[in-house]
């Protein structure tokens, strides 16, 4: 007699990544025949798979028991960059003095406008502080949140609002402001919306695909470096 | 058979099977995860699995082939890997109210001034090195 906690979780894994997969899979067919931003599969399916956590009285916990394993995939994810950007070195050799200098705009942007306008909203202490690193990866993220004082968790949730709202808001912003290089279309994702844009920019084009991964994996690193030096300042 | 036709065989079957190269992926990122339990670093696995893999591509001991099929597999449906984490604030009721819509409000205008600004800089240097090396921007 096989021990039934293991059916249960063997149980919950499958149902809970089927609703997960099915869902993305759906909503992946729908976007394909009528792109519209608000019809995004990461914006569509986590409020399907909501609506069927919460009709289930299920809870986050066994949601994200079943499903712990497709977030793990993001590591491989990362590995798998390697292939576009060795493939874009000769771009990324001939344009990396262009890329940094977009890097540190864009990260300072980020971090002072965070600030500012969490200021301006009348949102202080750990809360304002969680927002500061939200535009770079969620390890990335997490790592520079408890270094400044943060809560690393909400830091997390405040990252993925982030890519989703930026996969979506670069395709508007990019059909109504023309940019004419790739090399600053993948930038604008990479640095505005991490791994979520970059997927994003994997899907307009190999280049933007490829700059907007080199960026993501940089300006995650810068900001890992630049944490205790802002840290220093917010003292 | 000898061993040169085995391996031979073996890199013919790589090259031609993305389920088999998303394994060599996932292998390289355990053993980036490895080395960052190993060394204590601050860094996520992946990222140090992504520069092996950068360095063995550079120093040609290993060849896109062998990883390209299943690297587009992976990078093709990226988006479906964040689509648990999103369900995080199914835990964070705090956020559904006024906070929420001012956190929200926050996150959209500074992600449109950090897109709208990257971009621009990067548009900008981008044609400014481009007139200055005597060619025209395309």
């Known amino acids: ?235 | 058979m000898s061993s040169r036709t085995v391996t031979a065989r073996a890199t013919h079957v790589l090259r031609h099977s993305a389920p088999l190269q998303v394994g060599v992926v996932i292998g390289f990122w355990l053993a980036g995860e490895g080395i960052v339990r190993l060394f204590g670093l601050p860094l996520p696995g992946g990222i140090v699995g992504l520069v092996i893999v950068l360095a063995l591509l550079a120093s040609r001991r290993v060849r896109t082939r062998s990883m390209r099929r299943g690297a587009q597999w992976l990078l093709a449906d990226m988006l479906l890997f964040f689509v648990p984490a999103v369900l995080a604030v199914l835990d964070h009721q705090e956020l559904l109210g006024l906070t929420g819509l001012k956190i929200l409000a926050v996150i959209l205008v500074s992600t449109v001034s950090v897109m709208i600004t990257t971009a621009f800089t990067v548009d900008r240097c981008y044609r400014w090195r481009a007139d200055h090396a005597g060619s025209a921007p395309h």
């Open chain 1, 1 to 235: 007699m096989p021990d039934p906690l293991l059916i249960d979780s063997a149980l919950r894994i499958l149902l809970w990544s089927a609703v997960t997969v099915g869902f993305y899979w759906g909503a992946k067919q729908i976007y394909r025949r009528w792109p519209r931003w608000w019809l995004s599969p990461l914006l569509v399916t986590p409020v399907l798979i909501a609506a069927v956590v919460l009709a289930l009285h299920a809870s986050y916990r066994d949601y994200i028991g079943g499903t712990h394993w497709l977030v793990l995939l993001l590591g491989p994810a990362t590995v798998a960059f390697a292939i576009p950007i060795y493939e874009q070195r000769g771009l990324i050799r001939r344009h990396w003095p262009v890329l940094l200098i977009g890097m540190l705009v864009g990260s300072g942007t980020s971090v002072l406008t965070s600030w500012a306008l969490a200021t301006l909203a009348g949102l202080d202490g750990a809360l304002r502080l969680s927002l500061l690193p939200r535009s770079i990866s969620t390890p990335f993220a997490m790592e520079v949140s408890g270094d400044i004082g943060g809560i690393p968790d909400l830091t997390a949730v405040f990252v993925v609002i982030t890519g989703i709202a930026g996969a979506a808001m670069g395709d508007i912003i990019l059909a109504r402001v023309p940019i004419a290089s790739a090399l600053a279309r993948g930038a604008l994702f990479g640095v505005g919306a991490h791994g979520a844009g970059t997927a994003r920019a994997a899907q307009i084009g190999e280049t933007e695909g490829a700059v907007a991964g080199l960026v993501m994996v940089l300006v995650g690193l810068l900001n890992v470096l630049a944490a205790p030096l802002v840290a220093q300042l917010l003292r």
